[in-house]
């Protein structure tokens, strides 16, 4: 049990790091895609991308900053 509880300390310990450092890194955003808010504002475009975050979501922040970004990705949508 004494081995169980190190472990799950350690894996607390680096989730409660990993949060820091993605909230430090800030929220630079896709710039070039024009978002909707909405659903109402998103109705009249088709196809529809639903996209839903969380500022404490870790791979939420990663895409935001890394994929969504991508040119690929912004040509696609």
Excluded at 20 to 26: D, E, K, L, P, T
Excluded at 37 to 66: H, I, N, V
């Amino acid at each position: 049990m004494r081995e169980a509880t190190k472990v799950a300390a350690i894996a607390i310990g680096v989730v409660a790091i990993l949060w820091i450092v993605n909230r430090s890194s800030g929220d630079p955003g896709p710039a070039d895609i024009a978002w909707k808010t909405s659903l109402a504002d998103a109705s009249a475009e088709r196809p529809r991308l639903l996209y839903f975050t969380a500022d404490w979501c870790g791979p939420c922040q990663t895409m935001k900053r890394e994929t969504w970004p991508d040119d690929t990705v912004e040509e696609a949508i």
